[in-house]
Every structure is written in C-alpha cells, then in structure tokens.
C-alpha cells in the first residue's frame, strides 16, 4: 500500500482571521483539484482532515506502481497549488507532501464518503510523520516508496525524522521531479542477455519486410519484467544506425491519455510536434511534415482527418471510423514508401478499444511498403482479445520466456559486480526464477541492505504480482488464496475440503491456469487426485500474505486434517503437517510431526535435518517438561556427534 498525505501549512491559524464562508470558498475548489490529481494516478481519496487529506494507491485494487503514481499524484500537486496561486494571487496557498509504502490493513467494505478509514497499519502513521517534517511546497517520501522509485523520480536525501513512538528515525527522501514521463522506464546499463534467438527473429522478420515490401505486424507477449522494452529498445537501436525509421508510442495506465494514443504519438514525433505546442503550431507543424511525404493536392485533407484521429483538430468530423482509419493508413503508407519504417506499440495490453481495431486495421490493408508494426504486450491483451492476430495475412507472435539459469546467474554477476555481494548472484538467479526485472530488484536489494535488513520481497516485485492477483475474477481468486495456504504444490482435494470455492472449482482452476499463474502437474503425489503448482514461487507468496492471519490460521488446520486423511500413516508429509499445525496455533500437533520427521531424517543419514528438526521440536515444548525435553536433546546431540562423523569421512 502506498499513502499520501497532504496538509496546508499555516491555514489553520489563518482560517481563524476569515469567515467561515471564505475558508469554504477556499478549501472547496482546494479539494476538488487535489481529489481530481490524485484520482488521475489511480488514488482513492480515503478522507478530508480539516484542510489536511490523506489519499491511497494500491486499494481496492493494486496495479503494480503504487509507488511510482503516488509520488507522481503529489509532484502534480504541488503544481497543482502553485496554478491556484498564480491564477488568484489572493489565495497564497501552501503545502507540505508525504508520500510511504509499506503492508497494511485494508478493509474494503469501509464507506470513505462517511469518514471511515479504510488503511490501518504503521505505513498511515509513519506516512503523517513525514508530512509533518515535509519541507513547504515539497513532497518527503520514506525508504519503501524511494526504492520503489528512484530510478524514475530524482531524490535529493533529506534528514531521518525522530518520529513518536519509533526506535529509530525514519529515513527520508525530497522527491524533485519526474525522469520520464508515466510508464517509460530506463534501459539498463548491462547489457541485455540471452535474448540472441529473439532478436534474431526479429531481424530474420524484418529482413522479409523489406524484401517482399509487405506489411507485417510482431507481437511479443511476455509478463511484467520479462524484458519486453529491453528486447525492443536493443532492435531498434541496431536498426536505427542501418537508416531504418522508428517511431515509438505507448499506451499509459493511468494520468492523461487520449485515444488511439500511441499511434497519435507516432504522428506527433513524425511531425516534431510537443505538448507544449498550440493548435496553430501543431497544425502548422504537421502540414509542413505530410508535405515531404505525401501528394501537395492530400496535405490539406490528410491533416484534418490526422488531427481529428489524434485529438488535434477541434472543429470538424467525419461521417463513421473508417474514414479515420483510412487517414491512418495513407499516412503508414507514406511513411514507409519514403524508407523501410517500424511502428513500436508498447504496453498494448493497456490499449483502448479503438487502438487495437486501428493496429488490425493497419495490419490487415496496407500493401507494397516495408513497414513493421512491432507490438510489446502482457498475456492480459489475448485473454481481452483472444482472437488477437488470427486472420491477419502476415502476423507472428514472439512469446518472451524467462531467462535460462546460466543466463540468469550472468545477469546477476553483471548487476551485482566485483565486489563483496557479488557472492549473492547464485540466490539471487534462484530466486529471481529467471524473470529480469525481479532479478535487477532483489540485485539492488542485495547491493544496499546487509542480509539482515531484507527478509522480504522488494516492493515493486510484490506489487507486480500483487497487482495480477487483485486482478483476478471473484470467482477465480478465493481459489489461489485458498490454494496459496497448501503450498506452492497443491490438490484439488485440499481446496474442495476449504469450502467456499463455489461448485464451479474447475472451471476456476482452469482459468487460473490459462492465465499462467498455475501449472497442472502430469502426476500426483497423492493418488486419484488432481496436483497442481504456482508458476512462480513469488505468486504463492504474495497470494498467502494477502490472506489475514486468522483466515489463515483456519485453512491451515483444514489441510493439516486433509493431508492426514489422504497420506495415510502421513510420513511422507510429516514435515509439511507440522508446518500446517503449527500454522493453525496447534502445537501439540506439530511436535508429534516434526519428532516423526526428525526420526526420519536420521533415519536416512540426513543428520544436519535431523537435528534442526529436533532443535524445532524443543522449542515447542515447556520448559517445564523437564524429561521430555531431556530425551529430546539427547536425540539431537546424537544426530550432531553423527553429522561431525559424516563431515570428517566426507574430507579428503
């Protein structure tokens, strides 16, 4: 969850001088523009404290950058205020800004218009500490949220605020300003690795392009992080230094956006054409751009079609679509009759309707020019469109899979350096299970905090994963949170034992498989029953911490009991029972597995398991217990004498 706070400096002590008519005439329009920036990033506005407001992003539903539109909601703020200002020099307004992430609390069922809230945790109180110690007219961000951000926002540290109640400062940052614009990330300074065959393909495709003066639209499909950008970028630049002509649009998540965006981009970067521009400038710029490419008798035309299908053109319409379309397509043609041209669509899977018919259109009707339509899209575009690219007459689907382990493990050693963290890139290839971006984040983890100071997940691969799971259909996700309390491999059997997974549990465990979140397993460990596993480890993870401690603690008790009956004498999930009873709070239970577990292990020579198993066995029984303790250490002094034995015939 991430938080903002925002509060006017002095307006208390000069609302005190005023009329109360004229402190509402003032706070009112002060509201409404700080609710509509703040909703413009996707934050709800969770209540109004006085002239203080306190907003959220990540609830009801997370999106994978909380971190980064929080920050970017109380930058616009600022802004925000300082328009106000200068557009009535009477109010002199001003504002101090907090901006932290961290876990919460959330209840979903607050009513916020009511003044019920609907965060609850440290992050809120550490979040009003900062905005306290906030300097005037700037935003103070804590270490989750800078984290999160520093690699697109411009910090400038600031000093650790002594905060009430807090054994240690809070460490803070003064946001600055943005390094690029919403949704543009920069490419990283290590070269890209194992994506050989990828890009090969894309030269192999673009090759044909030229040659056969066709049109051809590529979509790579790949998850959050998996490399999309970076596999573009790189092919791009390559094509660049050949004379190839390259134009870039995005699709944007959130914050303004119009219509048929990245293509109205494409056409704006053609004709050199910026925000700041006015109507007469742009119109102007865009003529003298379609001049050099186009017919003197269809610049006039042309351009009024173009601007009306990028927003640009305030008078004038059309009868229907395609007459847009067409506009669209005249002016692709032109582009690449001029010299072999590659249109970038990224982030499609946020597109609106009208951007995919335009990109099928474009795809489907322009002839004898060389022009690549290249597409950089998450799995969600083909469960929206899933008849994306059938029927087209040349279209290739280039699906981005994870980085090999060797690749993996290079590509930390490369993050990681030389130096005294450079030992981490094994784990850290582990763990990061071959998804680029998890791996740079937990390589950054690594590089910036001891060991000790970071048993968690980075925030952003948390809220990556966070963001699909909220995602997620009623009815599909209760059956991954059920699911994420088994394990990372689970049977149907536990989840139809939970209860409350509706009559329609395969249907849901299909689709949860369609959208790649789990795998069915070709075998069980558990006769006649259905096995299945997480994709990815951090999927169980961040599935199991959004479950509250209590609802927890019941399902655990429901698999512990479901494992029991279904392993029979339960030796072979002896560690895995006492892990689910003491889940539930009964430790009773887990003692007799983790005894059963231990006398297994040294059983099977696994000594040092053994004696870690005894060493948590003994921690569950009281301290009172004196010969059941006795008798329990005596077993894991034997297992430590036989493991000493084991590692001297081990020794050459």
Not at 84 to 95: E, F, I, R, W
Request: net charge negative; aromatic share 6%.
């Amino acid at each position: 969850m991430t938080v903002l706070f925002a509060d006017l400096v002095g307006f208390t002590a000069r609302a005190e001088r005023l009329d109360p008519e004229d402190v509402r005439a003032i706070l009112n329009p002060y509201y409404t523009r700080l609710r509509s920036e703040i909703e413009a990033f996707g934050g709800v506005v969770e209540k109004f404290i006085g002239d203080a407001v306190m907003a959220v992003f990540g609830a009801p539903v997370a999106h994978g950058d909380d971190p980064e539109r929080g920050v970017r909601a109380a930058l616009a703020v600022c802004s925000a205020v300082e328009e106000m200002n200068t557009d009535d020099s009477a109010l002199d307004l001003q504002v101090r800004l907090a901006v932290n992430t961290g876990e919460a609390i959330v209840s979903l069922d607050a009513k916020t218009e009511l003044g019920e809230g609907m965060v609850a945790g440290d992050v809120v109180n550490a979040a009003a500490r900062l905005q306290t110690a906030a300097p005037t007219n700037a935003v103070l961000v804590g270490e989750e949220t800078y984290r999160a951000t520093r690699t697109l926002v411009d910090y400038r540290e600031a000093e650790p605020v002594v905060a009430k109640g807090k054994r240690e400062p809070i460490r803070a940052w003064e946001a600055l300003t943005a390094r690029m614009g919403p949704g543009e990330r920069a490419t990283n300074a290590v070269p890209m690795i194992g994506r050989v065959h990828e890009v090969a393909v894309l030269h192999r495709l673009l090759d044909g392009v030229v040659a056969e003066r066709r049109a051809h639209l590529v979509t790579v499909v790949g998850e959050a992080g998996i490399g999309k950008t970076r596999l573009a970028t790189e092919f791009t630049a390559q094509l660049e230094h050949e004379g190839i002509q390259i134009l870039r649009g995005r699709s944007l998540p959130y914050g303004v956006s119009t219509l048929y965006g990245p293509f109205s981009q494409h056409v704006k970067q053609f004709a050199g054409i910026f925000a700041s521009d006015d109507s007469p400038s742009g119109h102007e710029k865009l003529r003298t751009a379609l001049a050099e490419i186009v017919a003197p008798e269809a610049v006039a035309e042309l351009a009024s079609h173009l601007e009306l299908l990028v927003g640009f053109g305030a008078d004038g319409e059309v009868a229907d679509r395609q007459i847009l379309f067409l506009a669209a397509r005249r002016f692709a043609e032109a582009l690449a009759r001029d010299r072999p041209t590659v249109l970038v669509f990224e982030d499609l899977h946020w597109a609106d309707a009208g951007t995919l018919d335009l990109l099928e259109v474009l795809a489907t009707r322009i002839r004898d020019v060389p022009l690549m339509l290249l597409a950089l899209a998450r799995p969600d575009l083909l469960l929206t469109r899933s008849g994306w690219g059938g029927g087209l007459p040349a279209y290739t689907a280039l699906s981005l899979e994870t980085l090999s382990q060797e690749d993996s493990k290079e590509l930390a050693a490369q993050l990681l350096g030389r130096g005294a963290a450079s030992s981490e890139a094994p784990r850290v290839a582990e763990t990061g299970e071959g998804n680029p971006l998890f791996i740079e984040e937990l390589a950054a983890s690594v590089v910036e905090r001891p060991a000790s100071a970071r048993p968690d997940l980075p925030t952003t691969i948390r809220e990556l994963v966070s963001a699909r799971l909220d995602a997620l259909p009623s009815a599909e996700r209760p059956v991954l949170l059920d699911a994420a309390v088994v394990g990372k491999v689970f049977w149907r059997g536990a989840l139809e034992r939970m209860g409350g997974n509706g009559a329609n549990l395969s249907e849901a465990l299909d689709l949860l498989e369609a959208r790649d979140l789990i795998r069915r397993e070709p075998s069980s460990w558990i006769e006649r029953d259905e096995q299945f596993a997480f994709k990815h480890a951090m999927i169980r993870e961040v599935a199991y911490a959004t479950l509250p401690r209590a609802k927890r603690k019941e399902r655990h008790a429901v698999v512990a009991g479901f494992l029991e009956e279904a392993t029979g004498d339960a030796g072979a999930t002896a560690t895995a029972l006492a892990h689910h009873w003491r889940q539930a709070g009964d430790s009773q239970g887990a003692l007799e597995y983790l005894l059963l577990a231990a006398d297994q292990a040294g059983r099977g020579w696994a000594k040092d398991e053994a004696a870690a198993l005894y060493g948590e066995a003994l921690a569950l029984i009281p301290e009172d217990d004196v010969e059941r303790r006795r008798s329990i250490a005596r077993k894991q002094a034997l297992a430590l004498v036989a493991l000493t034995h084991l590692m001297d015939v081990r020794r050459p």
